[in-house]
C-alpha cells in the first residue's frame, strides 16, 4: 500500500523514520507494506538518505492513484486544509497530526471521508503519543459521555513544572520546550490556551457528535498566573494546571479552557513536564484515564503511525467517526458556565465585604503575605456572577482570578 506524507518538520520527520525503519512488523500489523512513495515538503533536505522520496509538487501526490494513504503533518490550516480536501475527494484516505485543521474543519471533511468510503482519522491530534480518540469513541461507544477534561498541551504543563519545582524563568521554560520540539511554531498557541483549545474542541465535538469550534469556547493561557498565586495555591494544598474541560448538557455544553488549581490528590495533579492526561467520565465506566507524552517527534508520530495502519488494514471502508455540523453554536456561552474560583486581591477590602458579593469563601494565606493582600477560594458559581461581583467591588483591585477544580 503506497502512503504519501506531507510535511517533513517534526512530526513528519518522525513519521518517516517509523516507516522506513519499521516496515517489517508495520507489515504484519497492517497487513500489508506500507511503501513511502512522497514526501512533500519546500525545503531541501541532502543530507537524507531517502532524499530522492522529497517533492516539492503537491499534484504528485494528488494525482498519483497508486497513492492510497496520505499523511498530513504540515499543520496549519492552508494549505493544509485544501490538500486533505482535495485528496480525500480522489478516495484517498488521510491521516493527521493537525489539531488546527480538524478543529477547524473537522465536521467538513469527515463529512467528505463518508461521501467517498474513505478514512480521515486524527488521533495524533490530541495527547500526541496518548490514545484518546479511538479509544473514546469505541471503546467507550456504550457510555454517554459526561464529562471530559484534562491537561492537553505539553509545552505549558512543562513550564508550569519547571516554574513551580525548579523556579526557572517563563521565558527559559519556553525555550528549553522548543528546543525538544515541544512547542508550536508560533509558542503563543501553546501559552495562551489557543492549543489546548482546539483540543478540547475535538474531544467535545466527538463526545456531543456536532462541531464545536474554537471560536465560540473561552480559553486562556496561563502567561497571567503568577509567583503568588503558586505560593497561595501550593499552601492550600493545590498546584496550577492548564486545564481543557467540556461538561456536556443536554443542547448546549460547557466548553472551556483556563487554568486551575488542582488539588494535591487528584489524578491530574501529577501529571508533570510533557505529559497530558485525558479524564473521561462516562455513565457506565465512571471515570477513565488516559496519560502519556502529549507532545514531541516519535510519541506524535507514534499516533499518526497507528492511524496509518488502522487505515491499511480495511481498504474501501468507511471507519471514521462522524459528527455533524453547527450552525448555532452548542458550546454554552461563557456568563452561564459554571466553575469556583479564586481571587486575589490588593487593598484595604473588608471580609464582610468580600462574603457580601461571593457569598461564603475560603481564606488562604502565604509566607510574606503582604498587609494589604488578600486571597480566597469560592463556591461553584455561573462565571456571569462572579464578573458582576467584580464589578461591585471598592477599595481593592483584582490581581488574579483562576477557576479551581474541586
Ligand atoms: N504544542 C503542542 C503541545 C504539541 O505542546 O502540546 C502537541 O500537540
Known sequence: MKVALMGHGVVGSGVAEILLEKKESLAEKAGSLLELVKILDLRDFPQLSYQELFTKDFSEIESDDSISIVVEAMGGLHPAYEYVKSCLEKGKSVVTSNKELVAEKGAELLAVAKEKNVNFFFEASVGGGIPVIRPMHLCLAANELKTVYGILNGTTNFILTKMIREQMSFEKALSIAQELGYAEKDPTADVEGIDACRKICIL????????????????????????????????????????????????????MVTPALVPVDHQLSGVDDVFNAVLIEGDCTGDVMFYGKGAGKMPTASAVVADVVHAA???????SLTWEDSTASVALPLTSCENSF????????????????????????????????????TACMKEGEAVKAEKQLQDAVILSKIRYLD
Not at 224 to 236: G, L, N, P, R, W
Not at 240 to 248: D, E, F
Open 204 to 255: 467535545a465535538s466527538i463526545a456531543c457528535k456536532k462541531h464545536i469550534y474554537p471560536k465560540d469556547v473561552y480559553a486562556e493561557g496561563i502567561t497571567k498566573i503568577t509567583a503568588e498565586d503558586v505560593a497561595y495555591a501550593s499552601a492550600a494544598g493545590y498546584v496550577v494546571k492548564l486545564i481543557g474541560q467540556a461538561k456536556l448538557g443536554k443542547e448546549q455544553h460547557q466548553v
Open 342 to 377: 479564586y481571587y486575589r486581591l490588593q487593598g484595604s477590602v473588608k471580609p464582610e465585604t468580600v462574603e457580601q458579593l461571593w457569598g461564603e469563601v475560603v481564606w488562604l494565606t502565604r509566607k510574606d503575605q503582604p498587609a494589604n493582600e488578600v486571597a480566597f477560594m
Open 313 to 319: 488494514k480495511m481498504p474501501g471502508t468507511s471507519l
